[in-house]
């Protein structure tokens, strides 16, 4: 039971901070959604790769976020 509360609760979470990650638009679109897509895309892979499409999606969002702060753009914390 718990471990099923976890993993709803996990998948609202994604779906917020992607909602948010859209709202602000400091990311590319596809960063939201593929935050809100990635968990439920995952659970169905399961075995079949299900962890590689979760660990690929955020290796790429981490690259996005390094890449955009060394090549000068504005700082992410910066107001628009």
């Given at each position: 039971?718990?471990?099923?509360?976890?993993?709803?609760?996990?998948?609202?979470g994604f779906v917020?901070?992607?909602i948010a990650t859209l709202r602000a638009g400091v990311l590319p679109q596809w960063a939201g959604v593929a935050l809100i897509?990635?968990?439920p895309v995952?659970?169905?892979l399961g075995d079949s790769g299900g962890g590689?499409?979760?660990g690929i999606v955020w290796l790429v969002l981490g690259y996005v976020l390094l890449?955009?702060?060394?090549?000068g753009s504005r700082s992410l914390g910066e107001p628009s």
């Open positions: 039971l718990l471990l099923l509360l976890g993993l709803v609760g996990m998948l609202l917020l901070l992607g897509l990635v968990l995952s659970a169905l590689l499409v979760f890449s955009a702060r060394t090549l």
